[in-house]
């Protein structure tokens, strides 16, 4: 009967060494390499999702920017587009 820290260093070896995973036709580092490439592109997905943010804050920053300056502009007693006008 082996113990748990036997099985445990048996199947690391097995990791290791590339042994096949149980049950299936693939080894361990087939396995793992896979899911470091899905990985992967799953963070330059993000990635590339955040960059687009960051544009998109940037233009929301500037369109603000914008409004404040128009507003400071305008006077206070002036409430709707008529007045303005």
Not at 9 to 20: E, L
Request: aromatic share 4%; net charge positive; proline share 1%.
């Amino acid at each position: 009967m082996r113990t748990i820290t036997e099985e445990g260093r048996i199947k690391r070896k097995q990791v290791y060494d590339g042994g096949k995973v149980e049950g299936q036709n693939t080894t361990y580092r087939e396995l793992i390499t896979g899911s470091i490439e899905e990985v992967k592109k799953i963070k330059a997905d993000k990635r590339a999702l955040l960059d687009r943010l960051n544009i998109l804050k940037d233009r929301q920053r500037e369109l603000d920017n914008d409004k404040q300056t128009i507003l400071k502009a305008i006077p206070r007693n002036f409430h709707s587009e008529k007045d303005v006008q």
